[in-house]
């Protein structure tokens, strides 16, 4: 099973948009997927879920985490990285199982012109130090506001383009 991460807690996200659109791709690919939000996490999780604790509000996630085979991250830029609650989310899940000998691709996205390049490289150290196996193609979508049409689509040739190229690849990974 593939689950498509919105890597932030921001309520009505731009990153929330383009997993539901890789969600929506997966599917019409004919992948099983699902999709998770960090908005779903219990808002007390920095007490409740580290340090070997497990609260009855992240188990349900915890679940999905155990049973999915590839992920798929979707990365906002967050002052020249990743968001803090993307760690806090991957220090709560159970270690090393939860990601270890997994797989895993990697969508930055920023409004800004670079795509979370430098975010994805930080992320990429944390999944290689869990044994997530990332694959090599991993986009950066720049000027992010720019890319979706108001039915939360992509529509620029070049991004379809690389998108699907991404979607086909990580399938087949």
Do not use: W
Not at 45 to 54: Q, V, Y
Request: proline share 5%.
């Amino acid at each position: 099973m593939i689950t498509i991460i919105s890597s932030t807690n921001r309520p009505g996200s731009t990153t929330f948009k383009v997993a539901q659109y890789y969600h929506k791709r997966m599917q019409q690919m004919g992948a099983e997927a699902g999709l998770l939000s960090l908005m779903q996490l219990p808002p007390n999780l920095l007490e409740t879920d580290l340090f070997g604790k497990r609260s009855e509000a992240f188990k349900p996630i915890q679940d999905i985490i155990t049973q999915t085979d590839k992920f798929l991250f979707v990365i906002p830029e967050y002052n020249g990285s990743f968001p803090g609650v993307l760690k806090v989310f991957i220090d709560a899940c159970d270690f090393p199982e939860s990601f270890y000998e997994k797989k895993a691709a990697l969508v930055g996205v920023s409004s800004g012109k670079y795509g979370n390049i430098r975010g994805i490289d930080h992320f990429t150290g944390v999944c290689h130090y869990i044994n997530l196996h990332v694959m090599p193609l991993k986009l950066h979508i720049a000027n992010i506001k720019t890319e979706l049409d108001e039915n939360g689509n992509f529509f620029k040739e070049d991004t379809l383009r690389f998108t699907d190229e991404q979607i086909e690849k990580f399938i087949a990974f």
